[in-house]
């Protein structure tokens, strides 16, 4: 882990996770655009150079590179939170991965360390963030989660589940923490143009590089606009998104995980 507190500043600070690349990276910069000061984390050392680009945006930047599949990870960032001394203003939970490919060929561990990242970690840290958050009976928090969560996933088999429980456990959160004065909001992204299908290993699906995909831009800004709106979940994408997400909740679970097979799956 490596970190640098920043002077004092009269500007709001906010903690963002995952904003190396992909939507973090654009609800990031959003936020250094509309004043805030940030925590900014990321697996790789990529996060300096980040942050070295939203400080030209104003922002006073404390990069941290830490593994958030890790206990100390975790810690770490909060850690780096507490030492500025201030209150957190906002705390975007966004980092979390895919793993694809027929769940008989996949490797345990690492999908045992997607759960770390894309379950455990958001739990650990937003612990943190709503003690801290409900004891300033102030601050926003938004947590990145898919449209992956309400339908079944084969060949992601472990990422639409780790999904499903964010989403919920967000909602949860959000009606635990409204008596503080704290709201919690839920992102809900489509297939988004990031490198995040290419990490996951599926370049030879249905979702690689041929597939038309929501601005990641765009999303970011929705879920931006839904967290400083105090809204329960947005929707991140097009028109075509927002309806899937619909049809979703009508559509026989069988049904669904038919459709995500025949994109999800590797081709020959």
Same mark, same amino acid.
């Given at each position: 882990?490596?970190?640098?507190?920043p !002077?004092?500043?009269? !500007?709001?600070?906010?903690?963002?996770?995952?904003?190396?690349?992909?939507?973090?990276?654009?609800?990031?910069?959003?936020?250094? !655009? @509309?004043?805030?000061?940030?925590?900014?984390?990321? @697996? $790789?050392?990529?996060?300096?150079?980040?942050? /070295?680009?939203?400080?030209?945006?104003g922002?006073?930047?404390?990069?941290?590179?830490?593994?958030?599949?890790?206990? #100390?990870?975790?810690?770490a960032?909060?850690?780096?939170?507490?030492?500025? +001394? =201030?209150? %957190?203003?906002? /705390?975007?939970?966004?980092a +979390? !991965?895919?793993?694809?490919?027929?769940?008989?060929?996949?490797?345990?561990?690492?999908?045992?360390?997607?759960?770390?990242?894309?379950?455990?970690?958001?739990?650990?840290? /937003?612990?943190?963030?709503?003690?801290?958050?409900?004891?300033? =009976? $102030?601050?926003?928090?938004?947590?990145?989660?898919?449209?992956?969560?309400?339908? &079944?996933? &084969?060949?992601?088999?472990?990422?639409?589940?780790?999904?499903?429980?964010?989403?919920?456990?967000?909602?949860?959160?959000r #009606? #635990?923490?409204? #008596?503080?004065?704290? $709201?919690?909001?839920?992102? %809900?992204?489509?297939?988004?143009?990031? *490198?995040? @299908?290419?990490?996951?290993?599926?370049?030879?699906?249905?979702?690689?590089?041929?597939?038309?995909?929501?601005?990641?831009?765009?999303?970011?800004?929705? +879920?931006?606009?839904?967290?400083?709106?105090?809204?329960?979940?947005?929707?991140?994408? *097009?028109? /075509?998104?927002?309806?899937?997400?619909?049809?979703?909740?009508?559509? &026989?679970?069988?049904?669904?995980?038919? =459709?995500?097979?025949?994109?999800a799956?590797?081709?020959?």
């Amino acid at each position: 882990m490596n970190s640098t507190t920043p !002077r004092a500043s009269g !500007r709001p600070l906010a903690l963002v996770t995952g904003a190396s690349a992909g939507i973090g990276y654009e609800l990031a910069r959003l936020l250094a !655009r @509309h004043g805030y000061d940030l925590v900014a984390t990321g @697996h $790789s050392g990529n996060i300096h150079q980040t942050a /070295a680009d939203l400080e030209k945006d104003g922002a006073q930047v404390i990069p941290v590179q830490a593994d958030l599949a890790d206990h #100390e990870g975790v810690e770490a960032v909060w850690q780096a939170v507490q030492a500025t +001394g =201030r209150p %957190l203003a906002a /705390a975007v939970l966004n980092a +979390g !991965r895919s793993i694809g490919g027929s769940f008989l060929d996949t490797d345990l561990d690492d999908e045992l360390g997607l759960i770390a990242l894309n379950v455990t970690s958001v739990v650990h840290l /937003a612990k943190h963030v709503a003690r801290h958050m409900a004891a300033n =009976r $102030s601050g926003r928090i938004l947590i990145t989660s898919s449209l992956s969560a309400t339908l &079944p996933t &084969p060949y992601e088999t472990v990422y639409g589940p780790s999904r499903a429980f964010t989403r919920m456990f967000a909602l949860a959160l959000r #009606e #635990e923490l409204t #008596e503080y004065g704290v $709201s919690v909001t839920t992102l %809900l992204p489509g297939a988004t143009d990031s *490198d995040f @299908h290419a990490r996951a290993g599926m370049g030879n699906t249905a979702f690689g590089s041929g597939m038309k995909k929501n601005s990641r831009a765009q999303v970011a800004r929705q +879920g931006f606009e839904a967290m400083l709106a105090g809204r329960a979940q947005v929707v991140g994408g *097009d028109r /075509a998104t927002k309806l899937a997400y619909v049809k979703h909740h009508v559509l &026989p679970e069988t049904r669904k995980a038919a =459709r995500h097979a025949r994109m999800a799956k590797p081709r020959p």
